[in-house]
């Protein structure tokens, strides 16, 4: 098998395959699970302090079914986690004595306030984390009290409160990007000069999955009532690429982790071609068990033996340099159809004797003619 070890802004990672922050890290237990199963890191559920209000819903999916009955997406209107967060740091202690060499990320959620994000910090540093990952980007719930997604569509507010989480701390820091925004470069790029070490890319896109014909009622139905969540799954696979491909491009050299649609191996390989250094799977585990892991590891290790990579940072934006602008591609069309019609004429010359007349049918062909 490939080496498929990476290191990303410090944090040595066995292979570039991480679960995402949500209900696959929603504990010590779970997230052992994890690691037993062998990814290479795990971003905890988004954590706050204690005092903070979180009340979760249930139920709180829905799944959107293609014409075969196959789930290629999935809403959520879940919120961080209701746990104490005295809870949280008991377990981040568990973990990295457990598992070492795993690279344990701490997912952080605050309202804002300085102090409060910075008392996040401290406390989830000195618990042994790898790392950190800013949620600006929950597209439901929070933003009604101006944390999550209300942040991350502020590039000024990106950038402060990642300078906050810096200042307080000496380990990687990712801001994670919210999709539902024009141009996510610009808050990326906020990020960064707030001294972000990389970002991540996409959190969910906020969307209304469908309506049950019968009652009238938008899904998921809750209380008799709904309201738009969160949009994960297979089917938010091109979407996560483009805005992944826009940030890389943007910013060359900057890590990214990216997120979005991640099924099987040949997804992730896509987002690692894309540009991003680790990829983050949270549906995909939820619907298809962790060990699905395993097909992600083994379909990279057979597509870096058939290229002839020896290290996963070779594939990591190989595809970026194919791209190009619309005019471009208009221009180099032309000129491999003109090319390709010239290359015709030429094996066909003999055939074409006769369209003009012989003097200047001899004419062309000849080097020294005045």
Known sequence: MADLSINVDGMQFEN?????????????????????????????????????????????????????????????????????????????????????????????????????????TE???????????????????????GMGAAMGQNPDMVREVTSWVVEACDIPVWSKMTPNITDIATPAQAAREGGAHGVSAINTILAVTGVNLK??????????????????????????????????????????????????SDHAIEFLLMGANTVQVCTGAMLLGYDMVQDLCSGLSDFMDEHGFTSVDQVVGRSLPYFSTHHDLVDRQNAARQAKAEARKASNRDNLWGNANIQDETASLTTNED
């Open 123 to 145: 406390r989830s540093a000195a618990c042994g984390v790898d790392g950190f990952e800013l949620n600006f980007s929950c597209p439901h719930g929070h933003p009604e009290t």
């Open 16 to 120: 570039p395959f991480v679960i995402g922050s949500g209900p696959p890290g929603t504990n010590a237990r779970v997230i052992s699970r994890c690691f037993d199963a062998g990814w290479g890191g795990v971003i905890a559920k988004t954590t706050s302090l204690t005092d903070t209000p979180v009340v979760n819903l249930a139920p709180r999916y829905a799944k959107y079914y293609n014409a075969d009955k196959d789930v290629i997406g999935f809403q959520n209107v879940e919120l961080i986690s209701d746990r104490p967060f005295e809870d949280w740091e008991a377990d981040f202690r568990l973990l990295k004595e457990k598992y070492p060499k795993k690279m344990l990320i701490a997912s952080l959620m605050e309202s804002y306030d300085k102090g409060r994000w910075q008392e996040l």
């Open 215 to 264: 009652t009238l009622r938008p899904l998921p139905t809750i209380a008799d009532g709904s309201i738009p969540g969160g949009y994960s799954g297979q089917a938010v696979k091109p979407i996560a690429l483009r805005m992944v491909k826009e940030i890389c491009m943007a910013m060359p050299g900057y890590s990214v982790s990216g997120i979005g649609g991640v099924w099987n």
